[in-house]
């Protein structure tokens, strides 16, 4: 007899509803360390589903809206501090059908409590690194810029992230440019595959780039934060394997993501698609609140996990870079519709743990 799978006084749970469909998002902001603030801009280009559609919401909270606009016009909107209602109405009609695009942008500045972190040396810590970093899952990405926070929307993405010259800014996909201005870098990266809104990132701070080489796994080579444009080249044969190790810990970053290319050569096998992006980094965050995180091709992995190399004789840490590796498969590319299916993406990826396990020390 067949038995229900939901627990007794389970409730339903539905995705909300598209109004539109998000096709690409570019957030530009200036990160101010010393008030632990944003400011900037959130351009989303979306279509409507619906020829009748007038007024849409993104989840924006605890943020101060300068101006949304759609070109040089600027469109009417309501925040209540947690969701921004603008209204399309001086969009020409024919351009709000189904299938065509509008980019709507909006201007505005936030000091977060959660999404995106400002990490920081202070009285009883003093040692502390400087670092930013973001945790957007399951639905904290609208405390650092306005969007439709939900994983069953998917869009490209940009992230342009102005930061101190002396930092190195990551977020998804290709670094497009670099460029230093007067006690400032600018970081613009882009990710061509679409993914769900609590996968995009930000990490910044003092990072030393090693590169692997997936086809000469401990053959590494350094780079003090670096990273320029890639030059016009030959495609590579696979993904770009990098580590954005914290200065000075750079023995033990190795260390620890010493079997990354075999894992991604496991995984790129055990599911007959191979991996699905360009790069794959890793990055080490301060006070992380997890574990780790697998945003799309950048994961974030908290510093606690770098060992020295006593340590290292009777603990690694395989089973979280495995875990969040194969979060690029299952949850990254393939995406619960709703969190009350998040337990999916939960339980492939620590399967996964098993099957490195299984290929790494034996049945």
């Known amino acids: 007899m067949r038995k229900p ?7 339903p749970r539905y995705a909300p509803d598209r109004l539109v469909d998000v096709k690409h998002i570019l957030i530009d902001i200036k990160l101010d360390f010393d008030k632990r603030r944003i400011t900037g801009s959130c351009a989303t280009t979306l279509s409507p589903l619906s020829p009748e559609v007038r007024w849409i919401a993104l989840d924006a909270v605890e943020m101060q809206i ?40 909006v201007d505005y500045a936030a000091q977060p409590r959660r999404g995106l972190y400002f990490i920081g040396p202070d009285a009883g810590y003093p040692e502390r690194r400087l670092q930013a970093w973001t945790q957007g899952q399951d639905e904290d990405s609208r405390y650092w810029f306005p969007c439709f926070d ?3 929307e998917k869009a490209t993405s940009e992230v342009i992230a102005t930061v101190p010259e002396r930092f190195f800014a990551l977020s998804n996909g290709a670094l497009v440019s670099r460029k230093d201005g007067k006690g400032t870098t600018r970081f613009h990266w882009k990710l061509d595959v679409p993914h769900s809104c609590y996968l995009i990132t930000l990490a910044a701070g003092e990072y030393t780039e090693l590169r692997a080489d997936a086809a000469a796994p401990g053959k590494t080579s350094a780079k003090a934060g670096k990273a320029k444009a890639p030059a ?15 200065r000075g810990r750079e023995e033990e970053t190795l260390r620890t993501l010493a079997r990354t290319p075999e894992m ?15 790069k794959y980094a ?11 995180m697998e945003n799309t091709s950048a994961t974030t992995l908290t510093d606690n996990v770098l060992y020295d190399e006593r ?33 999916l993406n939960e339980g492939f990826a620590t399967y996964a743990e098993y099957l490195w396990t299984e290929r790494w020390k034996g049945r």
């Open 5 to 11: 799978f939901a627990r007794p006084g389970s409730r």
């Open 311 to 343: 340590a290292a004789i009777d603990y690694d840490v395989d089973s979280l870079v495995a875990h969040e590796l194969a979060h690029q498969w299952f949850g990254d590319l393939l995406t619960c519709r709703d969190w009350g299916q998040g337990w």
């Open 282 to 292: 890793q990055v080490f965050a301060s006070e992380f609140i997890f574990g780790g």
């Open 150 to 152: 939900s994983p069953h």
């Open 264 to 278: 991604l050569a496991l995984f790129s096998e055990f599911t007959g698609v191979p991996y699905p992006y360009g």
């Open 66 to 105: 300068k101006r949304v606009r759609e070109g040089s016009t600027d469109l009417a909107f309501d925040h209540d501090g947690k969701q921004l209602r603008i209204d399309l109405g001086k969009v020409a009609r024919s351009r709000r059908q189904p299938g065509q695009d509008v980019t709507i942008v």
């Open 232 to 246: 016009k080249a030959a495609a590579p044969a696979g993904p770009e394997i990098l580590y954005y190790a914290p």
